[in-house]
């Protein structure tokens, strides 16, 4: 049982992780001191007007996994509920078929 908890959380825990990193921007090269101020400078001259994010703040992805892994890991424990229940149903059952045994003996 431990066994297939580890593995069920291993395995989110890969996905969840796996998407984040696809996610991350790559590392680029900072240039040299003198490109970097030049940039700079003919950033300073020019207005460029800001109307708004181009895409989406909150990657889709993440929280579809995320979603996706509370749902699974609740039907998980549902179902873990419902198998201790179903056999406390048939122990109490098996217990009450030998009492009834145990009274026609009589």
Do not use: K
């Not at 940039?39 to 181009?54: C, I, K, L």
């Amino acid at each position: 049982m431990r066994a297939l908890i580890a593995a069920l959380v291993l395995g989110c825990t890969m996905l969840i992780t796996s998407n984040v990193l696809a996610d991350a921007p790559p590392a680029t090269d900072a240039g040299t001191p003198e490109t970097q101020q030049d940039a700079a400078e003919e950033r300073a001259t020019q207005f460029v007007g800001v109307s708004g994010p181009d895409a989406e703040s909150i990657p889709g992805g993440a929280l579809l996994l995320a979603a996706y892994s509370i749902v699974w890991a609740l039907l998980f424990l549902f179902l873990m509920r419902i198998r201790g229940l179903q056999r406390q149903t048939a122990e109490e059952l098996e217990r009450l078929s030998a009492e009834m045994r145990a009274s026609d003996s009589r």
